[in-house]
């Protein structure tokens, strides 16, 4: 009976015993599972006297690092996702600067284009302007290797802006000599174009105008002009002393209108005329007729 008793204390450890290890237990499943129960646990068991000399000081530390692991972790996801937001952003402002850096260089070849072209012509332009200068020098030499009184008629029947662009072309002392020569009038408007200050270009734009003038002008004279069968059967019916008288007076402005009058009436009509013309005036009337005959 001795032998089969326990003692007290060993009563008290076989009921402590296992109420130790099912806190051991706890303790290490929620270390494993559950820091924040561990570090509470821990908290609760270093109050008792006897475990606070077995339990480990609970890590409050450890889980305040947790939370500032996770608090940097999306720290640092929020920062990656702005980043790449930004890098997308000067991506596509790097692909619009690359569009415009092509569309300004394919700009800038039509350009160059442009104005490799536009040298071209001047320098045709100019090349066709020398040409034509170099032709009018060679007009106006001729006229002064010419005698003045041959050279001045030929300049008198040319437009003024054409013949003041040769005698532009001209030393003073030549063109002084076919001025003297010239239709006072003519050489008078002649001068007065020369003392103006314009480039060879505005001459030669001038002298294309006035040409171009006198096209026009001819054409529309040229319209109104009677034709041959007109003119015979106007003359024809008039009155053969009337048509006399007329034709004489006409033979001080322009003889030749009236050749070309006699050439076209009939030679019935014709002879009346000439009748009436040569009682009128004989010294006109055979100058006219022989200028007929010659076909002048």
Do not use: C, W
């Not at 720290?75 to 000067?90: F, G, H, P």
């Not at 040298?119 to 003045?148: C, H, R, V």
């Not at 270009?201 to 026009?216: S, T, W």
């Amino acid at each position: 009976m001795e032998k089969q008793s326990y003692s007290g204390f060993e009563r008290f450890m076989f009921f402590v015993t296992p109420i130790l290890f099912t806190l051991i237990l706890l303790g290490v499943l929620v270390t494993i599972f559950n820091i924040n129960l561990r570090n509470k646990a821990l908290e609760i068991g270093n109050d008792i006297p006897v475990l606070n000399r077995i339990l480990p000081e609970p890590s409050v530390k450890d889980g305040h690092a947790v939370n500032e692991d996770s608090i940097k972790s999306a720290n640092t996801s929020a920062k990656i996702a702005e980043l790449q937001a930004q890098l997308t952003a000067k991506e596509s402002e790097l692909g619009k600067t690359v569009e415009e850096k092509t569309t300004l260089a394919k700009t800038v070849k039509d350009l160059q284009q442009q104005m490799a072209q536009l040298k071209q012509a001047n320098a045709e332009q100019q090349l066709s302007d020398s040409a034509y200068q170099s032709k009018i020098g060679e007009l106006a030499s001729m006229y002064t290797s010419m005698t003045p009184s041959k050279a001045a008629p030929i300049l008198e029947s040319m437009e003024t802006a054409e013949a003041v662009l040769v005698l532009d072309a001209m030393r003073p002392e030549d063109r002084a000599v076919i001025l003297e020569k010239m239709n006072p009038k003519k050489a008078a408007d002649a001068s007065v174009l020369l003392k103006d200050t314009k480039t060879a270009k505005d001459r030669q734009i001038a002298a294309l105008q006035a040409r171009i003038n006198k096209q026009q002008t001819t054409t529309t004279q040229s319209d109104a002009v009677l034709s041959a069968a007109q003119l015979n059967s106007t003359f024809s019916k008039m009155d053969p002393a009337a048509a006399a008288d007329l034709l004489l007076k006409m033979s001080d402005v322009s003889p030749s209108k009236v050749l070309r009058i006699l050439n076209a009436v009939d030679d019935a009509a014709r002879s009346k005329i000439l009748a009436e013309m040569s009682s009128a005036n004989k010294a006109i009337t055979a100058q006219l007729v022989s200028k007929l005959m010659v076909g002048k």
